[in-house]
């Protein structure tokens, strides 16, 4: 973050503060976390359901904090202390971003979408700073608190920024939005993760839309041309629309030409690329990041080197090949969406046995029940070779497809210690509230 004045922070969160001798000093950076804050950096004071920062301000003074930001009613005894009272210390977060990020004023790429998000901002990062200095969320640092601090990560040299929105209501792509002003987006898709907090998918969608009205300048906008809604969400963007995808009349289109078990070939525009992931539906993440490059002035061929490198992390598509086995560890999160195209790709590959470790799905409210009947349909007509569930809500696929449940840790791991063969594929999938990678960390030390 730039070095920034007190005066500036005062007027963009609109706070009141203790003494006007502070308005004209600087601080070094904005932290929400006492454990973590450096010297001269000013701290907010968050409240949530299970911390309230207010309790930890004699922690950010001990630390050299430059001040503090609250909406209590707190006695502070310390001297040369900066306070700035505000009524909401989450929006004056918010209201504070805003104010940094127009005051740099990058060209800003925002990322919304139920599936893909933190692949694809990681994608577009590594390809556009082939030829600008880019910044963009750390991790998936994609809500009310994890973007204004993604952006307070920014500098005066980042040139381009690119964020990532997340969602489980109505209102929240609009919020966020607001705050990072993008000057383009792009929409990975519509699917039903989170679809517990909304009537339907076209809820989803409308919301997921939010973000077309607080875009500037050229407002600009790449829709998924696979996607059912993209005619839907393309008639609501009132600026400049381009699209990605595998069907022919999309102006990024990719052409999947071989696949192997932990790898697949594709063709853009006659550049051919092998990429190192197992499940061909990484090819949007792919799209999306070659068509950023080509609107900056990128030649596809500038960042085959950055598409072929990029592989998958823990949790998201990791592969381990280990004793004779191949362990596919997709443990980190679990959707409708993303589930059923793990399972489609995963019963194409060719392994003497096709093992499947499937976790409950989180946030389906009313509609986790029909979910993962679904879920236990599909898997029965697939070309799979045995079925483990493990948590509460999947019980009803293993029921569907004479598998194995499981509600222990432990007993899931040593029945699968004594089922696993040579020659075996083990698929891994769950919500990350499960914890599922401890599955996959079992079997790698076993």
């Known amino acids: ?98 104010g940094y990020i127009t005051f740099l004023n990058p060209y800003v790429i925002g990322i919304t979408g139920s599936d893909g998000k933190t692949t694809t901002k990681e994608l577009i990062s590594k390809c556009l700073s082939k030829k600008f200095k880019t910044a963009s969320s750390s991790g998936n640092y994609n809500n009310q608190i994890g973007l204004p601090l993604s952006i307070f990560s920014f500098d005066r040299k980042t040139e381009i920024g690119i964020l990532e929105m997340g969602m489980n209501k109505k209102g929240e792509i609009d919020y966020l939005s607001k705050i990072a002003r993008p000057n383009g987006c792009v929409i990975t898709n519509i699917g039903k993760a989170h679809i517990g907090f909304f009537k339907n998918t076209e809820e989803i969608a409308e919301s997921k839309s939010e973000i077309f009205k607080n875009l500037k300048g050229e407002k600009f906008c790449l829709l998924n041309r696979d996607d059912k809604f993209f005619y839907f969400l393309k008639n609501r963007s009132s600026g400049n629309v381009k699209s990605f995808g595998t069907k022919k009349n999309s102006d990024v289109r990719g052409i999947i030409e071989k696949e192997g078990n932990d790898f697949f070939h594709f063709n853009v525009s006659g ?90 799905m989180a946030e389906l409210g009313k509609f986790s029940n029909f979910f993962h009947t679904y879920t236990g349909k599909l898997v029965k007509k697939l070309d799979i070779d045995y079925v483990i569930t493990f948590g509460k809500k999947s019980k009803v696929i293993s029921d569907i497809t004479s598998g194995k449940h499981f509600s222990d840790i432990d007993h899931l791991n040593g029945f699968i210690r004594k089922k696993v063969k040579k020659g075996d594929g083990i698929l891994i999938k769950g919500s990350n509230f499960l914890k599922m990678n401890r599955i996959v960390e079992f079997l790698l030390k076993d």
């Open 1 to 98: 973050m730039e070095k920034l004045e007190i005066k500036k922070v005062v007027e963009w969160c609109g706070g009141e503060i203790n003494s006007k001798e502070f308005l004209k000093k600087s601080i070094n950076g904005i932290s929400t976390d006492t454990r973590k804050i450096k010297k001269g950096e000013i701290f907010i004071a968050l409240k949530g359901k299970k911390f309230n920062g207010h309790q930890f301000i004699k922690q950010a003074y001990a630390r050299k904090a430059a001040g503090v930001i609250i909406s209590e009613n707190v006695k502070i005894p310390f001297k040369n202390f900066c306070i700035i009272k505000v009524k909401d210390t989450l929006k004056a977060l918010g209201d504070i971003a805003k």
């Open 271 to 360: 550049e051919k690329f092998k990429v190192n992931f197992w499940n061909t539906s990484m090819i949007y993440p792919f799209l999306i990041a070659i068509a950023f490059s080509v609107k900056f002035g990128l030649k596809i061929s500038e960042v085959k080197d950055v598409i072929e490198e990029f592989k998958p992390i823990e949790g998201r598509g990791k592969v381990y090949k280990i004793g004779g086995i191949t362990i596919i560890d997709e443990s980190y999160n679990s959707n409708p969406n993303s589930l059923r195209n793990a399972l489609l790709c995963f019963s194409g590959k060719i392994f003497k046995r096709k093992i499947v470790i499937i976790g409950d």
